[in-house]
């Protein structure tokens, strides 16, 4: 869950590429209540290093909070969007 000035700014679309460019699957959603939620799948190192790129985004993007929770994989592969939520 990603907190801040993240919506409008690109936030799903510079994780999509990212998390693309990293070869991991899973997804990324708006939250209505402003937050970005993601999920990420693939070799530790490789999450890590999205999960920390993530801290700081997109330009336009100002990343006030990052909290993170283990979860099950997602049900398919490669790396998508989802609807808001």
């Keep these: ?6 919506q409008g700014v690109w936030f799903r ?5 990212q998390a693309r460019l990293r070869g991991l699957d899973g997804w990324v959603r708006n939250r209505y ?4 939620e ?3 799948s ?5 999450v890590r290093a999205m999960v920390e790129a ?3 985004g997109p330009p336009a993007a100002l990343v006030t909070e990052l909290v993170e929770s283990p979860a ?9 969007p989802l609807p808001t939520s």
């Design 1 to 6: 869950m990603v907190r801040g000035r993240v």
């Design 54 to 56: 993530c801290r700081r």
């Design 72 to 80: 099950d994989p997602p049900d398919r592969t490669g790396f998508y």
């Design 13 to 17: 679309g510079w994780t999509i590429e």
């Design 33 to 36: 209540d402003g937050s970005v």
């Design 42 to 46: 693939g070799p530790p190192d490789v």
């Design 38 to 40: 993601a999920l990420f």
